[in-house]
Each structure stands twice: as structure tokens, then as C-alpha cells.
């Protein structure tokens, strides 16, 4: 018989043993193929359990702070004119239906046109965390990119930083996927575009539209929009305002959005072919600092007014705040003009002259202590010390503080008061009672430096020097603060005393307001984004000096300005005025002033020199007294600020019951007759001894 047939036709034949009995090996290629197949799978594996625990476990973070702030604005008066801003970011957020559709439509034909569709994440991005977890690749290595979508991009913007590791990049993509499930598209485009950096200095649309071209981001039009989307790739090499071949960069790549938005379906063939062959208009590069020109001047005291209002740093630079002040900005223009013309003026040619003169400039509207102007130097990147708030020897602006202490003390401006000069052996100063008299009023009129010390040491009955406290009071109580060189001794009106320009404008201004205080400010209101009002001053006002004290200082100050020293001043046209001039210095001059008001307005002038403002003036070349370039230029100002106004006069004197000359001379001559009395001698003419003894500093 032969051999049966085999029914188990799924068996081959078996293999035949080698001589050693062994099975023999399999083929080298196959092995390497079935372990790494083996490998790659299993990596797969654990890589995708790992990347699922992260995903389930990460919590989205918090937002990177700076990319939450929000630009804050400072406005003049009119709330519409923009002095500049403090921010963080140039940013100014805006809601998603603010921003114009097509806008919307050319970020995403630009940066990632599955944006609608897509999960948040590109496969290639996962694929390169998933290696980056499982260890391929060592952290510190650099991930090869590319493919991010807007998702990914605005993560990367908002919560994480811009290292390119994996480590990162696996963040990235995890927080895109996690983000791309909770939150809608609009709210990611939103963020986006709020977020992003245009270039210039710009985030976000809204503050992008307004760098390139001054317009708000709901006016963009197409091809602006177009523009903006494309400059967002890379901000630093496709401003077209660079150079030809930035420009050529961005039109090639506004071309190619064009093209996308088109095949989305957002535009027709017809839009894409009206602006496809050239770039909208772009603003110029700015190259202006940002504080330059008396902007750093009026920022920094905004800045210095908020922060002693409560408002933190933080709510400063990045609270999207609306700053009002109460700078008006015609009369900022005729300060900055003014002064710039008189140093010119003043300097008389000498350009090193008109280098070393500081002239500065506060105005202060009366009804409301809000400052209208400051002039505090030509450019604060150049010298950001602003003369206008730095203290100087006063001169004898200071005497109206002397004059209110007196009335305060019962004086009147008829009482006459010693004006001969007493010296000791070393050639001080010392207090006269006796001698030529002259009024109150007169020694005011012609700023006489020796009836005012004389004044000033016999005030009140507790002995000499004992009303410098008085004065000081005075002085306080209207609003100058003590300072530098406020020895309380005779000396205090002869104007050593520093006071700044700003403070003694907020001071005379009391007078002004017949002691009525108000202090001075820059802030007129300060909102938040939404409008809300935050912080507004209380402008009521204090009465810190006695209504009929102040009238009459007044009332001597307009005697100043029509019959004495500051009669370059009245030149403003048919309006009251009331003013002091001031010229300190002992040999040299080291500062030269020019107080005054009118009923609505108090302006002071204050001229020095050198880098310090302590040097002499008189080096400039000039005769320097308050009475001429510092009254000039008070005048020349207030011509152009009172120009249109109501013309308000001024209250009389309580006191004074004759023009200065006359009550002079009556006071004078009773003097003399009591004194020719007491001594059985005939009265003699007391004009010419009053002349002699008298010391005028104007």
C-alpha cells in the first residue's frame, strides 16, 4: 500500500535541523523591521496615554499681565485733544463686534485659513510635543516650527512665553487643543487680535489702526485691513514705510491674503482686483520721543497728581484709563510761544545767552485752581527739570505776604511805616522805627526794600523779628509752602525765600479770589474704560485769608502795576490788573519775576540762568529786573489769554482813602510835623528825604 494522503493541508512541511539540531536564523532586514515596528508602536502608545493625562490634567493659566493692560489717555481741557498716555503696551482693547469683518476675514487668510474649522492645533505641532514628551528630543532643543495656528499663536502670546523648546511647544499645543473645546472661535479671534503685535510699538488692532493710519479700527477699510493682517508676520520686516524692499515683501504677501480671502468666499474678484496692484498709505515712522517737547512736562505732572490721588502705577501704565485735564491747549501754545520769543528777545542775539536762560511760566484759571498752562523748559528729553515747579529765590514777589500779615495784624495801607535803612557795626541791617515814613500802600507801589524790613520786624508787638512768623502764615495760608532760605527774621520779603513759579501763581490767585484757596491741579476728571467717572477735584475752595486782607493786597497790587514797578504789565488791554515784580540776588541777580492776575486769570514769570537756575542773570549780557522781560512777558501772554473775556474790576480797598502819592505824602508830612513838633523845630519838606532813603527792589 502506499502512503496515506495528508488531510491537514495547513501544515507546510517542517523545517530541517541544521547538524547541531538548531532551527535556523531568521533573515537580519526582518528582525530590525519587526523591533522597530515593535518600539515605534509602543512608543506611540505610552506617548499618547502621556499627552491624554496632561491634557486632563492642565489647567489653563493665568494671562501673561502685560498682555492684559490697556493704554491710558491723556486729554487737554476739551477732552478730545490728545497729550499722550501712559502704557505698559500701546493697547487698547476692543470688543469683537467693534472690530470690521474684514479685518476679521484677513487675519485668518492670512495666519491660518482652517481657523473655523480646525480643533485649535496642527497635526505636525501635536506630533512634535508627542516625541518632545516621550523624550526624543532633549529640552533644551530647539523645536523645528512652523504650522501654528491662531489658536496656538495667541497662547503662546497670552500665557506662555517665546522660547522655541519642545517642552514649550508641547504646552503650546496642549493649552491650543484645551482652549479650541471651551472657548468659541470668536472669543480666540477676539483675544488674538487684541493681543498681537503689529509693529511700531502697537498691540491689538485698535492701537494698530492708529499708528498706521490715524484712523479707529471699526474705519479700516479692505485694504488697510489687508495690510495689517500681513504686517503681523513679522512686524519688523514688512513696515512698508522701511524701505523698497519691505514694501515689496508686504505686497507680495498682501497679494497672497487677497488671493485666500477670495477663495474663501469673502470677497469677490472684483474687491481683490480694485486694491490688488498697491499697498495703502501708511503713516510715517514716528521718530519723535514720546515725552518730547513740553509733553514730558505735562505727563509727568498728570503722572504726579494720580499717584497722590490713589491711582497705583499698575492703574497708570495699563488701566485703560481717560484722563481730563485742565491744560487748555491754546493757552499751552501761547506759553510755549511766548517764552520761546522772549528768551530770544531777552538774550538780545546771543545765542549762548538764550541756551543758558530758563524762562517758566504757570497759569492758573482763578475759578477753579486747574492749571491752564505751564511752560517749564523747551524739551523735556533734552532737560526734563521743569523750571515752573522748581523753587527760586522769590525777590520781592514775596512782600504781598508781608503786606497780608500786616493788615492782618490792624496795619492799614494808609498807616506809614519807617522807610530808612539802619545798619550795626558790620554793616547788617537793623530795625528803624523813626525816620521818613511812608504808607503801607506806597512802600508796596515801589516795592521799597527798607520800609518792608522795617515793616516786617516791628509788626506786632512781641518784639523785632517776631512777625516773621506772621508772614509765614500768611504766605502758607494762601498757598506757598515753606521752602529753601524761609529764615524767619526781617529779611523774609526782601525774597530769599523760594518759592516755584506754580506755587506762587496757586497763591496770588487766592488774593485774586479774595481768599478764597483753591489748590492747584492738572486732573480735571479721570474715567475708566467704560466711561465711569473715577476721580473728579473738589474745586469749592477754602477761605484761607480774610476777604478784606486780600481785597486790599489786591488793591496795592493794582497800584504795583498802574503807578510802580510793574507798569510794563497793565499793558493787556482794558482789564484790571493787580502784580508784583521781584528781582533777587545780592550784587547778582538770580532770578527776576513778574506775578499778577487779572479777576479770571493768575500767571507768574519767572526768568533764570544756568544749568542750576541759580546763576547770575546779569551775565546774560541785559539789565535784569522783574520789571521788565519777566512783566513783558507776563503781559505779552495774558494780552493773548484775556483776549474775548468779560473785563472784571477789582473790589476797592478797605483802607486806603488816598492814591498812593497823595496818602505818601500826608503820611509823610504828619511824620515830619510830629517830629519838628517834638523837637521845636519848623517843618521842613519830607519828598526828597523820602526818596533818599528809599531802597526799591522792582
Same mark, same amino acid.
Given at each position: 500500500m502506499g502512503k496515506p494522503?495528508?488531510?491537514?493541508?495547513?501544515?507546510?512541511?517542517?523545517?530541517?535541523?541544521?547538524?547541531?539540531?538548531?532551527?535556523?536564523?531568521?533573515?537580519?532586514?526582518?528582525?530590525?523591521?519587526?523591533?522597530? #515596528?515593535?518600539?515605534?508602536?509602543?512608543?506611540?502608545?505610552?506617548?499618547?496615554?502621556?499627552?491624554?493625562?496632561?491634557?486632563?490634567?492642565?489647567?489653563?493659566?493665568?494671562?501673561?499681565? @502685560?498682555?492684559?493692560?490697556?493704554?491710558?489717555?491723556?486729554?487737554?481741557?476739551?477732552?478730545?485733544?490728545?497729550?499722550?498716555?501712559?502704557?505698559?503696551?500701546?493697547?487698547?482693547?476692543?470688543?469683537?463686534?467693534?472690530?470690521?469683518?474684514?479685518?476679521?476675514?484677513?487675519?485668518?487668510?492670512?495666519?491660518?485659513?482652517?481657523?473655523?474649522? @480646525?480643533?485649535?492645533?496642527?497635526?505636525?505641532?501635536?506630533?512634535?510635543?508627542?516625541?518632545?514628551?516621550?523624550?526624543?528630543? &532633549?529640552?533644551?532643543? #530647539?523645536?523645528?516650527?512652523?504650522?501654528?495656528?491662531?489658536?496656538?499663536?495667541?497662547?503662546?502670546?497670552?500665557?506662555?512665553?517665546?522660547?522655541?523648546?519642545?517642552?514649550?511647544?508641547?504646552?503650546?499645543?496642549?493649552l491650543a487643543a484645551k482652549m479650541g473645546g471651551e472657548l468659541s472661535k470668536e472669543k480666540i479671534l477676539e483675544g488674538y487680535l487684541n493681543t498681537v503685535y503689529f509693529g511700531r510699538g502697537a498691540y491689538g488692532i485698535e492701537a494698530a489702526a492708529q499708528t498706521y493710519f490715524k484712523v479707529p479700527a471699526s474705519k479700516l477699510s479692505l485694504a488697510q485691513s489687508v495690510a495689517l493682517a500681513d504686517i503681523v508676520n513679522s512686524p519688523g520686516n514688512l513696515d512698508p514705510a522701511s524701505g523698497d524692499k519691505q514694501a515689496a515683501d508686504l505686497l507680495q504677501r498682501y497679494q497672497y491674503t487677497l488671493n485666500g480671502m477670495v477663495e474663501m468666499?469673502?470677497?469677490? &474678484?472684483?474687491?481683490?482686483?480694485?486694491?490688488?496692484?498697491?499697498?495703502?498709505?501708511?503713516?510715517?515712522?514716528?521718530?519723535?520721543?514720546?515725552?518730547?517737547?513740553?509733553?514730558?512736562?505735562?505727563?509727568?505732572?498728570?503722572?504726579?497728581?494720580?499717584?497722590?490721588?490713589?491711582?497705583?502705577?499698575?492703574?497708570?501704565?495699563?488701566?485703560?484709563?481717560?484722563?481730563? #485735564?485742565?491744560?487748555?491747549?491754546?493757552?499751552?501754545?501761547?506759553?510755549?510761544?511766548?517764552?520761546?520769543?522772549?528768551?530770544?528777545?531777552?538774550?538780545?542775539?546771543?545765542?549762548?545767552?538764550?541756551?543758558?536762560?530758563?524762562?517758566?511760566?504757570?497759569?492758573?484759571?482763578?475759578?477753579?485752581?486747574?492749571?491752564?498752562?505751564?511752560?517749564?523748559?523747551?524739551?523735556?528729553?533734552?532737560?526734563?527739570?521743569?523750571?515752573?515747579?522748581?523753587?527760586?529765590? #522769590?525777590g520781592s514777589t514775596f512782600k504781598p505776604y508781608a503786606l497780608a500779615a500786616a493788615l492782618r495784624n490792624g496795619w492799614t495801607l494808609d498807616r506809614g511805616v519807617s522807610a530808612s535803612k539802619g545798619t550795626n557795626s558790620s554793616g547788617a541791617r537793623r530795625a528803624i522805627k523813626t525816620g521818613p515814613q511812608i504808607s503801607l500802600l506806597q512802600a508796596t507801589t515801589k516795592s521799597d526794600n527798607d520800609a518792608y524790613f522795617n515793616l516786617v520786624s516791628w509788626l506786632n508787638s512781641s518784639g523785632v523779628d517776631a512777625g516773621a512768623a506772621d508772614v509765614i502764615k500768611a504766605a502758607n495760608d494762601a498757598g506757598a509752602p515753606t521752602g529753601a532760605a524761609w529764615d524767619a527774621d526781617a529779611y523774609l520779603p526782601l525774597g530769599n525765600a523760594q518759592v516755584s513759579p506754580i506755587n506762587q501763581a496757586s497763591a496770588y490767585s487766592t488774593f485774586a479770589n479774595y481768599g478764597l484757596h483753591r489748590d492747584w491741579h492738572v486732573i480735571a476728571q479721570v474715567a475708566d474704560s467704560t466711561?465711569?467717572?473715577?476721580?473728579?477735584?473738589?474745586?469749592?475752595?477754602?477761605?484761607?485769608?480774610?476777604?478784606?486782607?486780600?481785597? @486790599?493786597? /489786591?488793591?496795592?497790587?493794582?497800584?504795583?502795576?498802574? @503807578?510802580? /514797578?510793574?507798569?510794563?504789565?497793565?499793558?493787556?488791554?482794558?482789564?484790571?490788573?493787580?502784580?508784583?515784580?521781584?528781582?533777587?540776588?545780592?550784587?547778582?541777580?538770580?532770578?527776576?519775576?513778574?506775578?499778577?492776575? /487779572?479777576?479770571?486769570?493768575?500767571t507768574s514769570v519767572m526768568f533764570v540762568s544756568g544749568e542750576q537756575g541759580n546763576s547770575n542773570l546779569q551775565a546774560q549780557g541785559t539789565s535784569w529786573v522783574g520789571g521788565k522781560y519777566p512783566a513783558i512777558t507776563w503781559a505779552m501772554y495774558m494780552k493773548l489769554e484775556m483776549a474775548g473775556k468779560d473785563r472784571v474790576s477789582f473790589e476797592k480797598s478797605t483802607t486806603a482813602t488816598a492814591s498812593p502819592s497823595a496818602s505818601a505824602s500826608a503820611s509823610a508830612s504828619a511824620s515830619a510835623s510830629a517830629r519838628a513838633s517834638a523837637s521845636g523845630s519848623a517843618s521842613t519838606s519830607t519828598s526828597a528825604s523820602v526818596s533818599a532813603t528809599s531802597t526799591t527792589t522792582p
Open positions: 494522503l495528508r488531510t491537514d493541508l495547513t501544515k507546510g512541511p517542517k523545517p530541517v535541523p541544521d547538524k547541531a539540531g538548531k532551527k535556523p536564523p531568521k533573515k537580519l532586514w526582518l528582525r530590525i523591521l519587526l523591533w522597530s #515596528t515593535i518600539t515605534v508602536v509602543s512608543l506611540a502608545l505610552i506617548g499618547t496615554g502621556i499627552v491624554a493625562y496632561a491634557y486632563s490634567t492642565l489647567k489653563i493659566p493665568d494671562p501673561n499681565s @502685560d498682555f492684559q493692560t490697556n493704554t491710558t489717555f491723556v486729554y487737554y481741557a476739551d477732552g478730545k485733544q490728545a497729550i499722550g498716555s501712559f502704557q505698559v503696551q500701546n493697547r487698547v482693547t476692543i470688543s469683537y463686534d467693534t472690530m470690521p469683518q474684514t479685518v476679521k476675514d484677513a487675519i485668518v487668510a492670512a495666519e491660518n485659513r482652517s481657523f473655523w474649522t @480646525d480643533p485649535g492645533i496642527s497635526v505636525p505641532g501635536l506630533m512634535r510635543a508627542a516625541a518632545g514628551l516621550v523624550g526624543i528630543s &532633549a529640552a533644551d532643543q #530647539t523645536a523645528s516650527g512652523g504650522g501654528s495656528t491662531i489658536t496656538q499663536q495667541y497662547i503662546k502670546i497670552m500665557y506662555l512665553n517665546q522660547e522655541r523648546t519642545f517642552s514649550r511647544k508641547a504646552t503650546e499645543v496642549l468666499g469673502k470677497i469677490t &474678484a472684483a474687491d481683490r482686483a480694485a486694491i490688488y496692484d498697491a499697498l495703502p498709505a501708511v503713516q510715517p515712522v514716528n521718530d519723535t520721543a514720546r515725552l518730547g517737547g513740553q509733553t514730558g512736562y505735562l505727563l509727568k505732572l498728570v503722572e504726579n497728581e494720580l499717584l497722590a490721588k490713589g491711582f497705583t502705577e499698575e492703574e497708570i501704565a495699563g488701566g485703560g484709563l481717560k484722563v481730563t #485735564t485742565t491744560f487748555d491747549a491754546a493757552a499751552q501754545q501761547n506759553a510755549v510761544d511766548v517764552a520761546t520769543k522772549m528768551t530770544k528777545v531777552a538774550a538780545n542775539g546771543s545765542k549762548k545767552a538764550e541756551k543758558n536762560l530758563h524762562p517758566a511760566i504757570s497759569s492758573i484759571d482763578n475759578a477753579t485752581g486747574g492749571v491752564r498752562a505751564i511752560y517749564g523748559g523747551a524739551d523735556y528729553v533734552t532737560n526734563s527739570r521743569n523750571w515752573a515747579t522748581t523753587p527760586r529765590a #522769590t466711561g465711569k467717572v473715577l476721580y473728579a477735584p473738589d474745586t469749592t475752595g477754602v477761605q484761607t485769608i480774610e476777604h478784606e486782607v486780600a481785597q @486790599d493786597v /489786591t488793591y496795592a497790587l493794582s497800584h504795583v502795576v498802574n @503807578d510802580g /514797578t510793574g507798569r510794563r504789565a497793565a499793558n493787556i488791554g482794558n482789564y484790571p490788573v493787580a502784580g508784583k515784580t521781584g528781582t533777587a540776588g545780592k550784587g547778582d541777580v538770580v532770578a527776576a519775576w513778574f506775578v499778577g492776575y /487779572t479777576a479770571q486769570i493768575t
